[in-house]
């Protein structure tokens, strides 16, 4: 199963740009990272997927090197409702199993 | 349109009774997932389901638990003889037939406390 290490925790201020950078040094050809965001009794939820360069949505961008061992979600202009657990997962899934770990995760804490 | 739902959200339990927990997923979804999510910790994975293929069960921690998918819809995963060691919050996900890598769509989980 593809590994990934993320930061424990950071902490940022409204308005700033969040970067948390996820390693997966065994990333294999058809795997994908996808990142999730989950509040306090709730279930994760998708922010932004990609399997290469750069993906850019309405919440959030992904920036992906050549060599695909690592990956950043990128935050723009956080808010305090950011504050958030985020997960980086690598991996895919197919008719037989899927083979991506939801690791601890990312707490992040915006500040006013 | 309606999300996935789990049911009951919240659960109390005597050791080593069974619990049943039951998840709706979204309509048209072909694969389904547990987790299971210590306070405070990453989620554990438990089963797979997609399709009409079998599950992939590599993630059931014990004989005690199992899940079934009946239809190709609901599904419900049973803990039989309960310890304390199982309470947590078990969270269900759906997705997408569209991509086999389609993102993963979440119930807001059954905290289950097992007294």
């Known amino acids: 199963l593809a590994k990934t290490t993320q930061p424990i925790s950071m902490d940022s201020y409204e308005g700033q740009e969040v970067n948390i950078t996820c390693s997966h040094n065994?990333?294999?050809?058809?795997?994908?990272i996808t990142w999730y965001q989950q509040f306090p009794s709730q279930g994760p939820r998708f922010i932004i997927q990609?399997?290469?360069t750069k993906v850019t949505n309405e919440v959030a961008s992904l920036f992906i090197p050549a060599d695909r061992k690592s990956s950043t979600l990128s935050l723009p202009r956080v808010s305090l409702s950011d504050t958030a657990v985020y997960y980086c997962l690598v991996g895919f899934r197919d008719n037989y199993g899927q083979n991506f770990v939801f690791g601890p995760g990312t707490r992040l804490s915006v500040l006013p | 349109g309606a999300g996935v739902s789990q049911s009951p959200s919240n659960k109390v339990t005597e050791k080593g009774k069974d619990v049943e927990l039951r998840c709706d997923p979204i309509?048209?979804?072909?694969?389904l997932y547990w987790y299971r999510q210590s306070l405070g910790q990453g989620l554990e994975f438990l089963i797979y389901?997609?399709?009409?293929?079998?599950?992939?069960k590599s993630g059931l921690p014990s004989d005690r638990f199992s899940a079934e998918r009946t239809g190709g819809s609901v599904s419900t995963l049973t803990i039989q003889r309960t310890q304390q060691e199982d309470s947590a919050v078990y969270l269900c996900?759906?997705?997408?037939?569209?991509?086999?890598?389609?993102?993963?769509?979440f119930g807001n989980g059954t905290r289950l406390t097992v007294t």
């Open positions: 990609g399997y290469k």
């Open positions: 389901f997609q399709g009409n293929s079998a599950p992939d």
């Open positions: 996900a759906s997705s997408s037939p569209d991509s086999l890598n389609s993102p993963l769509h």
């Open positions: 065994n990333i294999a050809t058809n795997d994908y």
């Open positions: 309509s048209g979804h072909t694969a």
